[in-house]
């Protein structure tokens, strides 16, 4: 941890070198801080202009210390920016690389910012419940204007340069050394130019609208993110420091983000998300493992063309890894064919691929009926129907077809992989890969090790998962996994309250409302009620229904949306039939079970019907934590923010049930 120090005439370069990312941390920002100070009381030095080592900018704040308290000795990244606010000197940043959160904050303190045209910006702190608090809701909207500014920051995304030079957050792009261009901008400053600090020009709200629309503006701003208690608080308060920008002197203005910011990182919104971000940064840290070279995955194979297979194959196309799809039912490879041009070509729609790419992605993906196709491929991942014995033939004939150093994997959401793993003679090379569907769309992937999975085939894994931009969890091999495990106690638990006289549209109410995209009787809806039937039927262990509605369901042939009518019903017309729809006659059926089996009705509060679900998914999370089929409480959060639809910002249900204000104790969250 450095600063670097060089000076090219008058002008002082001034290099972050805080590897990896140059993060700007307490301690780091008092270095930089005395070289700002240095940089000032030298009369030799009129100009001074900030980059950084190792290929980038600055990543910008370290997280970590958002969780400390700093004292008044404490030196941030703001008393680096004021001093160059109060500096006397010209003030150019350099960026190349990623220039994030307070890195890009110091960059618009400064006079000038110019750029390669591979380099990235962006303030990210919207996605930890924060707003950028180092100047950005400030000195963003003064430069490009409020509405700009306020997507700029409410989608917290990083920004292509060329898209940076167009909303007027850079001044210029180059091709070469960017050192040498800001350099060479700031001589030609200091020849004909005064300074130009951002926080001197008065923000306006957008290209060619009045000031008088600002209300309007903010208003509608307001009105398009969610409500504060439902993962829109520091959205919300964002846009409030932006109104400040507007309506007030900069000061006043800075005085007011700051008591914004120090509002938010107290916020328990924020200490979730923050807990999701460092949970994430700890999934592929696995205790005991030796180290392993990962194989290179250059080619790819699905066995199964149907919705997960053809999704798991354009998941391997988009990260640019040819696949073979194996299939012999015709119907189901014309159904995938379609599905994989339809995909590619509503990219295309949407701008995010050229005609030529999309044509050269859908090509990548090759249908056959032939397994010798196999024969070369890196990895084969199964995808044929959820039965041990169809899964097991599968692979013993894939053990005599596919090379011997490749990997063999499936997709399985529940069953053995020890068992499939026996037919091979390779079990070191077996490994599960749990995508969820849709493949090519859902973020995670479950990794399950087997008994004899090798550390090279787990350390191949997590890169595959990597190059396919999913986010991994590793899992031990264990009926369910983490998630589906997990899930069929947050089912049953529904089932219960709704057993005892709640409807189920009040039940998944609640839960929408908790921040769920859907509650747990539209996820088997979706997913399909026949599903858990089965899964009963074979694990009739598992099962805590004191009714028989599912059976009921199924001899009614109410499957779900795939049937039009489910726990709920659903019409082509209303969502394209996949909205749910209260049916009074499952509320009917529940009731009439219900009595047959002798259960009183009980009235539950929403607080309650909320805890007890959360309740059943935490502690089963224990009971996984203590069997060791999760490594870490951190990792089953991840699983269910990124795979079940957990609110993030509630933190995931192991942090929920540790931390939340709202919620009860463990012992009262779940019921016999």
Not at 161 to 190: S, W
Not at 362 to 376: G, H, K, N, P, R
Not at 588 to 616: H, M, S, V, W
């Amino acid at each position: 941890m450095r600063v670097g120090i060089a000076d090219r005439g008058s002008v002082r370069v001034v290099t972050l070198d805080n590897p990896p990312v140059n993060a700007l941390s307490f301690a780091y920002s008092a270095e930089l801080l005395e070289a700002v100070r240095a940089a000032e009381a030298d009369a030799n030095v009129r100009a001074v202009v900030f980059t950084g080592a190792n290929g980038l900018f600055s990543g910008g704040a370290d997280v970590n210390d958002f969780s400390t308290e700093p004292t008044p000795e404490t030196k941030t990244v703001r008393d680096v920016i004021a001093a160059v606010e109060a500096g006397t000197k010209t003030y150019v940043a350099a960026i190349d690389g990623n220039a994030l959160g307070g890195g890009l904050e110091l960059s618009l303190a400064c006079d000038y910012r110019i750029a390669t045209k591979a380099s990235k910006l962006g303030l990210p702190e919207i996605k930890l419940g924060l707003l950028p608090g180092a100047g950005g809701t400030q000195r963003l909207p003064r430069l490009i204007g409020a509405q700009a500014a306020l997507e700029f920051m409410l989608k917290g995304s990083s920004n292509p340069a060329e898209k940076a030079l167009k909303l007027g957050v850079l001044d210029e792009l180059v091709d070469g050394d960017v050192v040498d261009a800001a350099v060479a901008l700031a001589e030609r400053a200091l020849a004909s130019e005064p300074k130009r600090r951002v926080s001197a020009r008065k923000a306006i709200i957008g290209k060619g609208i009045t000031a008088q629309a600002g209300p309007f503006v903010v208003s509608a701003a307001h009105k398009m993110v969610p409500p504060e208690e439902n993962g829109g608080y520091a959205a919300h308060k964002l846009i409030d420091a932006v109104e400040a920008a507007v309506e007030l002197p900069f000061a006043f203005g800075i005085a007011r983000e700051a008591r914004l910011f120090e509002e938010l990182v107290r916020s328990e919104p924020s200490a979730a998300l923050r807990h999701i971000f460092f949970a994430e940064r700890e999934l592929n840290k696995v205790p005991g493992l030796a180290a392993a070279e990962p194989l290179t995955i250059a080619k790819a194979g699905v066995v199964g063309a149907g919705t997960r297979g053809t999704g798991i194959a354009i998941a391997f196309a988009t990260a640019g890894i040819p696949v073979v799809v194996v299939d012999s039912n015709d119907g189901a490879v014309e159904k995938a064919k379609q599905t994989v041009f339809g995909m590619f070509m509503y990219q295309v729609q949407k701008g995010k691929l050229t005609q030529e790419e999309a044509w050269k992605r859908a090509q990548s993906i090759v249908f056959t009926e032939d397994y010798a196709e196999l024969a070369d491929v890196d990895v084969v991942v199964e995808a044929v129907f959820e039965s041990m014995d169809v899964k097991k033939q599968v692979f013993a004939r894939l053990g005599g077809i596919v090379k011997p150093d490749a990997i063999l994997a499936s997709n399985t959401s529940t069953l053995d992989i020890d068992e499939m793993a026996s037919v091979t003679t390779r079990p070191d090379k077996f490994v599960g890969l749990h995508f969820f569907v849709p493949a090519n769309i859902m973020p995670l992937l479950e990794i399950v090790r087997g008994k004899d999975t090798s550390p090279q085939t787990i350390a191949t894994a997590f890169k595959l998962g990597k190059t396919l931009r999913k986010t991994s969890v590793l899992s031990a091999n264990a009926f369910g996994f983490i998630g589906n495990r997990m899930v069929i106690d947050y089912a049953g638990a529904a089932n219960a309250i709704a057993e005892e006289g709640v409807s189920p549209w009040r039940i998944d109410g609640v839960m929408k409302k908790f921040g769920f995209p859907m509650g747990p009787f539209a996820m088997s809806d979706l997913s399909g009620i026949d599903v858990g039937w089965h899964i009963a039927k074979a694990r009739p262990d598992l099962v805590t229904s004191r009714t028989h509605v599912v059976d009921r369901l199924v001899e009614m042939k109410r499957l779900g949306q795939k049937t039009m009518g489910g726990y709920f019903k659903y019409d082509k017309a209303v969502g394209k039939g996949r909205e749910p729809i209260q049916d009074p006659e499952i509320e009917a059926l529940f009731a009439e079970e219900a009595k047959k089996a002798g259960i009183a009705p009980r009235d539950y509060t929403d607080d309650e019907i909320r805890d007890r679900l959360i309740g059943a998914l935490s502690n089963r999370g224990k009971d996984l934590l203590e069997k060791g089929v999760a490594l870490r409480s951190g990792d089953i959060d991840i699983v269910y923010v990124y795979g079940y639809g957990f609110p993030p910002h509630r933190g995931g249900p192991m942090w929920y049930a540790d931390h939340a204000k709202s919620a009860t104790a463990s012992e009262e969250l779940t019921h016999a």
